[in-house]
């Protein structure tokens, strides 16, 4: 069964310095999505993605998160400046459709700021 | 604050014990209803899901759920739980009126005894 895959599994980074982190979303799917959960907290939506483009984001996506999908496969979230309160889990999804349709979940990554 | 709300925290529950776990959202209009599992040291994975039509749904594992729209409920059932059940169980919906985002509840610790 295809799957979402997402690295790193954990990945550990200065206050302060940038990271990149990486899904490939299943094949056929169109739309692409992140979330994080921040320990004990709720599974919180960062930012949907279709055709190159956002499509909407929330509140937490300020100017210090950026999306791309650089190429055919990958769909990458920059987080520049990281602070501390950017520890979480981040979560790649991606889904056909946007309604009436599932999103499919990676692994995550956990990101940990020092 | 419109949100999605899980009743329980953490239940505790013997293996063949029957499991319902309560979900109450707060948006009107169109909605798209879900509810993920996620087992330890896995991704969230799909149990089941309701878009329209009848509001019994049935999911894997022997899980069901109701929809009942006058009650803004989405409760999960499963008449007798395994100690395979044991995971964190998320409900989720998509407003009509948003772009594919899922709002989460806080989600339900679920431990089986066997």
């Known amino acids: 069964e295809p799957e979402v895959t997402q690295t790193p599994s954990h990945q550990v980074t200065q206050m302060g310095q940038e990271v990149i982190l990486r899904c490939v979303p299943i094949s056929n799917h169109l739309y692409f999505y992140w979330y994080r959960q921040i320990l004990g907290q709720k599974v919180e939506f960062l930012v949907s993605f279709y055709n190159n483009e956002i499509s909407e984001k929330s509140e937490i996506f300020d100017d210090q998160f950026s999306v791309e999908r650089p190429d055919g496969s990958n769909f990458t979230l920059k987080i520049r400046s990281t602070k501390l309160e950017d520890s979480a889990m981040y979560f790649c999804a991606?889904?056909?459709?946007l309604l009436n349709n599932e999103q499919y979940f990676g692994p995550g990554t956990r990101l940990t700021v020092t | 604050a419109q949100s999605v709300s899980?009743?329980?925290?953490?239940v505790i529950l013997s293996e063949a014990a029957s499991l319902e776990l309560g979900c109450n959202y707060s948006y009107g209009?169109?909605?798209n209803l879900f509810w993920y599992v996620q087992y330890p040291g896995q991704h969230l994975q799909l149990l089941l899901k309701y878009f329209?039509?009848?509001p019994l749904v049935k999911g894997i594992k022997g899980f069901e759920a109701e929809f009942i729209k006058s009650k803004f409920s989405f409760n999960l059932?499963?008449?007798s739980v395994q100690w395979s059940d044991t995971a964190e169980y998320f409900c989720?919906?998509?407003r009509g009126s948003t772009l594919g985002r899922l709002y989460f509840g806080r989600g339900t610790q679920l431990t089986v005894w066997p």
């Open chain 2, 92 to 94: 989720a919906v998509i």
């Open chain 2, 29 to 31: 209009g169109t909605v």
């Open chain 1, 94 to 97: 991606s889904s056909v459709k």
């Open chain 2, 77 to 79: 059932r499963k008449p």
């Open chain 2, 52 to 54: 329209s039509g009848d």
């Open chain 2, 6 to 10: 899980q009743h329980n925290h953490h």
